[in-house]
């Protein structure tokens, strides 16, 4: 079974700052890992992705994250946060199967 | 043009009422599904269809069933709704589970 595990339910950083939105996954083998962002009233728009390669990834809106193997992360991270940044991340897992795994979701909030 | 959309954006009906929400997905993808996400925002996945074959089916009333016409249309059925299925049903496309998915607007159902 895979699971993923978004331990803060909001993230709260001022403007100008560098912030980290955490993800944790479970499963068997290689994952694959997604990260979305939804604003209000909006459905879920892809940021970056972990397939193979370089453990850096970088995507959209100056948003990157980490793979970390050894501590199954895959951190979401931007080194200065704009207040448009604010909304709902969900991490997310699968395995190359059709069946994807959605974390919590985490609300941040970015403060002018 | 719209990549995934769904019909209609808004629904409110009463309890007991039988209701359809369609989905379509102009990207060409073989995969799509249908999502739930509840008022705290928790994004609970109900159905895929790969290849016109459900794939996977969560473990979520025999009320609800998916559709599918053809491989771009994913429509969800809900039969006899209850207040509980109050929510917000989004619908997704991909091609396949390494892939990023992409997310329609969103139905907001209301159940009365």
């Known amino acids: 079974a895979q699971s993923v595990a978004q331990p803060e339910d909001q993230v709260n950083v001022a403007e100008g700052n560098p912030l980290t939105v955490k993800c944790t996954y479970s499963?068997?083998?290689?994952?694959?890992l997604f990260w979305y962002v939804q604003y209000p009233n909006r459905g879920l728009q892809f940021l970056l992705k972990y397939i193979t390669g370089d453990n850096l990834v970088k995507g959209s809106y100056g948003f990157e994250a980490e793979f970390n193997k050894s501590q199954t992360s895959f951190h979401l991270k931007k080194p200065s946060a704009l207040v448009s940044d604010s909304a709902l991340y969900f991490c997310?897992?699968?395995?190359?199967?059709?069946?994807?795994?959605f974390g919590r979701g985490t609300s941040l909030i970015v403060h002018p | 043009d719209t990549a995934v959309s769904q019909t209609p954006k808004y629904l409110v009906t009463q309890m007991g009422n039988d209701k359809s929400i369609k989905c379509e997905q102009n990207l060409g993808h073989d995969t799509m599904y249908w999502y739930k996400q509840d008022s705290k925002k928790f994004l609970k996945i109900m159905f895929s269809?790969?290849?016109?074959?459900?794939?996977i089916n969560e473990t979520v009333p025999n009320r609800f069933s998916p559709k599918s016409p053809d491989k771009a249309h994913l429509n969800l059925h809900i039969n006899s709704l209850e207040l509980g299925d109050s929510a917000v049903y989004f619908c997704a496309s991909t091609t396949g589970g390494r892939e990023t998915q992409y997310f329609g607007p969103g139905t907001r159902l209301l159940v009365l």
């Open positions: 997310a897992v699968s395995r190359g199967s059709y069946i994807p795994t």
């Open positions: 499963v068997s083998g290689n994952p694959y």
């Open positions: 269809y790969n290849n016109k074959e459900l794939i």
